[in-house]
């Protein structure tokens, strides 16, 4: 007999399913209680419940306190078992003490060893956990865990536990009915489909003028649609969520559902307090807070204009068809949902907030059969797997923090881990404690946000470990906040409640530390959803305070900015003639009080703004056309859903001295037109051709790199993807020289990965470039390369076994790259070539070290 996955758990049936169905036959049960040497915090109760000696696999039973455990703390008390019981490999029921729901993971880790002997120490530990019980959703476990049948071996259990499956098939389903409301071709299984469109908008014709307009506003609403759908999923203790099914479920979708349900939802419900509400919302949503953040406020693309009854006035003449609405939510109905962020130890086989950024990235990279070209090719956008974010993302801190504290990097590396202890003084918390609060990451093209996200998941996990209280993060949350009413609601909200310090942590972050650009201003839409889950994720739903305990969202307009990044002002002419500091200073005052507010004071606060902002502009001493940058700053508006034709990180983010950090994958092979070429020819050094020393470059990764360095303060560090011909390109000589003389650390981690690529949609190899600004000459050149010898070489693996051995005196051997100049020959000998010897040393530990 085959489990049903939506009844209560049951230990007797599982052994029974284990015994009878799913393991090997060598499975033997067991019923045994488990002690601990430890304390754990969420852990109760353990009981092994059997062994499979072909799997090398152990299988549990744990009870910890509530479902709502943090999963990540969960998982490393987890973790920790394991080590002490030396189970590299574990099955483990988690069941929770306050609900029917539970958790099947499959846990892993390796051990280190030393001087031949297994310790408990270990490393790359994982979990990954299919949500079952009464709330689940059974098809993604049945198709996994039962159609299947037994488990052959540990690479089919393995596989059976992959997100990347489930990824792929949700994200397929959505795929087809994006194309189905815009028009387009889509291969559905086997075959292409060219599909005519069914949504309208108003005046504007589904033809090849207006379908960006059409694309974007069905990212528009798949993105809203599933950020309210996360909201679902969160609830009070009594178990009342956010947003009822009654209103938001395939059940709900009635005639002209678009008008008479979402966009009352969208515009008048999550973006207006509860109690200035019209009567009939104010009773259909009473459980639904006020959101704020900017996340639905209408704009001019919306076509929300209501008349005084709150009927849309584009009644018949905007059309989300309600049967397409049906299926949109029969898809969301058939998975699981999970309103927390999965990290790389902690993998739920549910969707993710993650998969907004998934959608984004891929719908626009979708062939666009009316114009015969791709949105990819047009932004340079595609998805950067998990991985290969959390390695930039660490690399990247382990320099700021060793750059700014003195601390050694081998002490400074298990910080930056889920798994490993901490050996550091009072004196060095504090040291990190002080460098966090200064740190400014910018990811200059951030698509749907998955490198500033990484970087907030890495920072507070660094705040957890160094300010257990989130005593810091607290005063600085308070400190920040200018308005007394709100101060006070988050003095009373946050102080002594540790189920809300992660809140008070992340908040921080976003507010004083993170920051992103993008062209696409949807992208900066779907980078501020993510950070806006984020933060609900750690918020408390009390059904008896005001709005349900949920505080207003940050506003995000200066932190996430929709703008050219490439396109600079002019700073010879962004000169005073006096300088205005009280001008400056007042700027900043409204931006930082415009993070808290909402209501009437935002919108006070949006018209002193731009008032002010045009005063400043009108200040410098380039008035006049249409081109001087005066006009430009009083054009800017960014409360506005229009990308600026310029970035400016002074004007846009109040900073003037640049960056610690950047880091991002920016497009490339990017268009552009006559005037912008033009621009970057006469304002960047790597783009203009010097005879005999350099041929200039306008690919915009190297643009992004060039803009990059002058970014960055001293000091600062970069990681950027960009394409593997970085070291031999004929081209990238401008580059080269430019960061040879200026930084005292060169890294560039190349991934010729063999059978399939890392983007696996990529048209080009990729490489991973670091660098320090030091304004010193270089000292070290470090490289490595590197493929899968087979498929079960993951890129996890890849990752954990990269070696860089420094480059920089060793020559070129086999095959030389296209060069034409003198210069370029000496500056490739040095950049990225390794000797046959030094392949050879690297292929004793399991890496191939290949000709250029």
Same mark, same amino acid.
């Given at each position: 007999?085959?489990?049903?996955?939506?009844?209560?758990?049951?230990?007797?049936? /599982?052994?029974?399913?284990?015994?009878?169905?799913?393991?090997?036959?060598?499975?033997?049960?067991?019923?045994?209680?488990?002690?601990?040497?430890?304390?754990?915090?969420?852990?109760?109760?353990?009981?092994?419940?059997?062994?499979?000696?072909?799997?090398?696999?152990?299988?549990?039973?744990? $009870?910890?306190?509530?479902?709502?455990?943090?999963?990540?703390?969960?998982?490393?008390?987890?973790?920790?078992?394991?080590?002490?019981?030396?189970?590299?490999?574990?099955?483990?029921?988690?069941?929770?003490?306050?609900?029917?729901?539970?958790?099947?993971?499959?846990?892993?880790?390796?051990?280190?060893?030393?001087?031949?002997?297994?310790?408990?120490?270990?490393?790359?530990?994982?979990?990954?956990?299919?949500?079952?019980?009464?709330?689940?959703?059974?098809?993604?476990?049945?198709?996994?865990?039962?159609?299947?049948?037994?488990?052959?071996?540990?690479?089919?259990?393995?596989?059976?536990?992959?997100?990347?499956?489930?990824?792929?098939?949700?994200?397929?389903?959505?795929?087809?009915?994006?194309?189905?409301?815009?028009?387009?071709?889509?291969?559905?299984?086997?075959?292409?489909?060219?599909?005519?469109?069914?949504?309208?908008?108003?005046?504007?014709?589904?033809?090849?003028?207006?379908?960006?307009? /059409?694309?974007?506003?069905?990212?528009?609403?798949?993105?809203?649609?599933?950020?309210?759908?996360?909201?679902?999923?969160?609830?009070?203790?009594?178990?009342?969520?956010?947003?009822?099914?009654?209103?938001?479920?395939?059940?709900?979708?009635?005639?002209?559902?678009?008008?008479?349900?979402?966009?009352?939802?969208?515009?008048?419900?999550?973006?207006?307090?509860?109690?200035?509400?019209?009567?009939?919302?104010?009773?259909?949503?009473?459980?639904?807070?006020?959101?704020?953040?900017?996340?639905?406020?209408?704009?001019?693309?919306?076509?929300?204009?209501?008349?005084?009854?709150?009927?849309?006035?584009?009644?018949?003449?905007?059309?989300?068809?309600?049967?397409?609405?049906?299926?949109?939510?029969?898809?969301?109905?058939?998975?699981?949902?999970?309103?927390?962020?999965?990290?790389?130890?902690?993998?739920?086989?549910?969707?993710?907030?993650?998969?907004?950024?998934?959608?984004?990235?891929?719908?626009?990279?979708?062939?666009?059969?009316?114009?015969?070209?791709?949105?990819?090719?047009?932004?340079?956008?595609? /998805?950067?797997?998990?991985?290969?974010?959390?390695?930039?993302?660490?690399?990247?801190?382990?320099?700021?923090?060793?750059?700014?504290?003195?601390?050694?990097?081998?002490?400074? $590396?298990?910080?930056?881990?889920?798994?490993?202890?901490?050996?550091?003084?009072?004196?060095?918390?504090?040291?990190?404690?002080?460098?966090?609060?200064?740190?400014?990451?910018?990811?200059?093209?951030?698509?749907?946000?998955?490198?500033?996200?990484?970087?907030?998941?890495?920072?507070?996990?660094?705040?957890?470990?160094?300010?257990?209280?989130?005593?810091?993060?607290?005063?600085?949350?308070?400190?920040?906040?200018?308005?007394?009413?709100?101060?006070?609601?988050?003095?009373?909200?946050?102080?002594?409640?540790?189920?809300?310090?992660?809140?008070?942590?992340?908040?921080?972050?976003?507010?004083?530390?993170?920051?992103?650009?993008?062209?696409?201003?949807?992208?900066?839409?779907?980078?501020?959803?993510?950070?806006?889950?984020?933060?609900?994720?750690?918020?408390?739903?009390?059904?008896?305070?005001?709005?349900?305990?949920?505080?207003?969202?940050?506003?995000?307009?200066?932190?996430?900015?929709?703008?050219?990044?490439?396109?600079?002002?002019?700073?010879?002419?962004?000169?005073?003639?006096?300088?205005?500091?009280?001008?400056?200073?007042?700027?900043?005052?409204?931006?930082?009080?415009?993070?808290?507010?909402?209501?009437?004071?935002?919108?006070?606060?949006?018209?002193?703004?731009?008032?002010?902002?045009?005063?400043?502009?009108?200040?410098?001493?380039?008035?006049?056309?249409?081109?001087?940058?005066?006009?430009?700053?009083?054009?800017?508006?960014?409360?506005?859903?229009?990308?600026?034709?310029?970035?400016?990180?002074?004007?846009?983010?109040?900073?003037?001295?640049?960056?610690?950090?950047?880091?991002?994958?920016?497009?490339?092979?990017?268009?552009?037109?006559?005037?912008?070429?033009?621009?970057?020819?006469?304002?960047?050094?790597?783009?203009?051709?010097?005879?005999?020393?350099?041929?200039?470059?306008?690919?915009?990764?190297?643009?992004?790199?060039?803009?990059?360095?002058?970014?960055?303060?001293?000091?600062?560090?970069?990681?950027?993807?960009?394409?593997?011909?970085? $070291?031999?390109?004929?081209?990238?000589?401008?580059?080269?020289?430019?960061?040879?003389?200026?930084?005292?650390?060169?890294?560039?981690?190349?991934?010729?990965?063999?059978?399939?690529?890392?983007?696996?949609?990529?048209?080009?190899?990729?490489?991973?470039?670091?660098?320090?600004?030091?304004?010193?000459?270089?000292?070290?050149?470090?490289?490595?390369?590197?493929?899968?010898?087979?498929?079960?070489?993951?890129?996890?693996?890849?990752?954990?076994?990269?070696?860089?051995?420094?480059?920089?005196?060793?020559?070129?051997?086999?095959?030389?790259?296209?060069?034409?100049?003198?210069?370029?020959?000496?500056?490739?000998?040095?950049?990225?070539?390794?000797?046959?010897?030094?392949?050879?040393?690297?292929?004793?530990?399991?890496?191939?070290?290949?000709?250029?």
């Amino acid at each position: 007999m085959n489990l049903n996955f939506t009844n209560t758990y049951s230990q007797q049936k /599982y052994t029974d399913w284990f015994r009878t169905y799913f393991l090997p036959n060598d499975f033997e049960s067991l019923s045994e209680e488990i002690t601990t040497d430890f304390k754990t915090h969420y852990i109760n109760k353990i009981r092994l419940l059997g062994q499979c000696e072909s799997l090398d696999l152990s299988v549990y039973e744990i $009870t910890h306190r509530s479902e709502h455990d943090p999963r990540v703390s969960l998982s490393k008390e987890t973790f920790r078992l394991m080590a002490n019981l030396l189970v590299k490999n574990a099955l483990v029921l988690f069941v929770s003490e306050n609900s029917q729901n539970y958790r099947l993971s499959l846990t892993t880790l390796e051990f280190k060893v030393d001087n031949g002997k297994i310790t408990k120490q270990f490393s790359n530990p994982r979990r990954y956990s299919f949500f079952l019980g009464p709330d689940c959703k059974a098809y993604t476990p049945s198709q996994c865990l039962i159609k299947k049948g037994r488990v052959k071996n540990f690479e089919d259990l393995t596989e059976r536990f992959s997100v990347e499956v489930v990824n792929k098939k949700f994200y397929n389903e959505i795929a087809v009915l994006f194309t189905e409301l815009v028009g387009g071709e889509r291969k559905v299984g086997s075959k292409k489909v060219n599909m005519p469109g069914i949504m309208k908008l108003p005046n504007l014709p589904c033809d090849e003028q207006n379908h960006q307009k /059409y694309q974007e506003f069905a990212v528009r609403i798949i993105g809203r649609l599933l950020f309210c759908w996360f909201l679902k999923k969160k609830s009070s203790a009594s178990g009342i969520p956010l947003i009822d099914d009654v209103y938001l479920s395939s059940k709900a979708v009635a005639e002209n559902y678009y008008h008479t349900v979402l966009e009352h939802l969208f515009f008048q419900v999550l973006n207006t307090p509860m109690d200035e509400r019209a009567n009939f919302l104010a009773d259909c949503f009473k459980h639904t807070p006020f959101l704020n953040g900017g996340l639905f406020e209408p704009h001019e693309d919306d076509f929300y204009k209501p008349d005084r009854s709150l009927v849309s006035r584009h009644l018949n003449t905007l059309k989300v068809p309600d049967e397409w609405i049906k299926k949109l939510f029969a898809v969301f109905e058939t998975y699981n949902f999970t309103i927390d962020e999965n990290t790389t130890i902690d993998i739920e086989l549910s969707i993710d907030p993650e998969m907004l950024g998934r959608i984004f990235e891929n719908l626009l990279a979708e062939i666009n059969p009316e114009t015969g070209q791709t949105a990819r090719k047009a932004t340079g956008s595609y /998805y950067t797997p998990r991985p290969i974010v959390e390695y930039m993302v660490d690399e990247s801190l382990k320099q700021y923090l060793k750059t700014q504290t003195g601390i050694n990097e081998n002490r400074l $590396t298990p910080l930056l881990s889920y798994s490993e202890e901490i050996e550091l003084t009072a004196e060095e918390k504090n040291k990190i404690i002080e460098a966090l609060e200064k740190i400014k990451v910018l990811d200059p093209a951030c698509g749907s946000g998955a490198f500033p996200m990484g970087m907030l998941q890495k920072m507070l996990l660094i705040l957890q470990r160094v300010d257990p209280r989130a005593e810091y993060s607290l005063q600085k949350v308070l400190r920040d906040i200018k308005d007394p009413t709100v101060r006070q609601f988050m003095k009373e909200k946050l102080t002594g409640q540790q189920d809300l310090w992660d809140y008070t942590r992340k908040l921080s972050l976003i507010q004083n530390a993170i920051y992103g650009v993008d062209i696409q201003p949807i992208a900066v839409e779907i980078s501020k959803l993510r950070f806006f889950l984020s933060l609900i994720v750690d918020e408390q739903v009390n059904d008896n305070e005001n709005n349900r305990g949920i505080h207003a969202l940050p506003n995000l307009e200066f932190k996430f900015v929709a703008a050219n990044t490439l396109i600079g002002l002019n700073e010879k002419q962004l000169t005073l003639d006096k300088p205005d500091e009280e001008l400056i200073n007042k700027l900043k005052r409204l931006r930082e009080d415009y993070f808290t507010s909402y209501g009437h004071w935002k919108k006070r606060i949006e018209e002193d703004f731009q008032k002010n902002q045009k005063k400043m502009a009108y200040s410098l001493n380039t008035l006049g056309s249409t081109e001087s940058m005066s006009f430009k700053l009083t054009q800017w508006n960014p409360f506005s859903y229009e990308a600026a034709k310029f970035f400016d990180a002074e004007w846009m983010f109040g900073i003037r001295d640049g960056f610690d950090v950047m880091i991002g994958n920016p497009p490339y092979g990017c268009t552009y037109s006559t005037n912008e070429k033009k621009f970057f020819k006469d304002n960047y050094k790597t783009a203009k051709t010097i005879k005999g020393i350099q041929k200039g470059s306008l690919d915009s990764y190297t643009l992004f790199i060039e803009k990059g360095f002058f970014r960055l303060k001293k000091n600062g560090n970069l990681h950027f993807i960009v394409p593997i011909s970085i $070291t031999s390109s004929d081209s990238s000589t401008g580059v080269h020289r430019l960061l040879e003389a200026n930084c005292i650390e060169i890294k560039i981690s190349s991934y010729a990965v063999r059978p399939q690529p890392v983007f696996e949609n990529a048209v080009v190899n990729t490489s991973i470039l670091f660098f320090v600004k030091t304004e010193t000459s270089c000292e070290r050149i470090l490289a490595t390369k590197m493929y899968r010898k087979n498929r079960n070489f993951g890129l996890q693996q890849l990752i954990n076994n990269l070696k860089f051995i420094d480059v920089k005196e060793l020559k070129l051997y086999g095959r030389y790259p296209k060069i034409s100049l003198p210069i370029e020959r000496r500056i490739l000998e040095k950049i990225f070539c390794l000797k046959r010897s030094i392949g050879d040393e690297l292929n004793k530990s399991g890496i191939r070290i290949f000709d250029v």
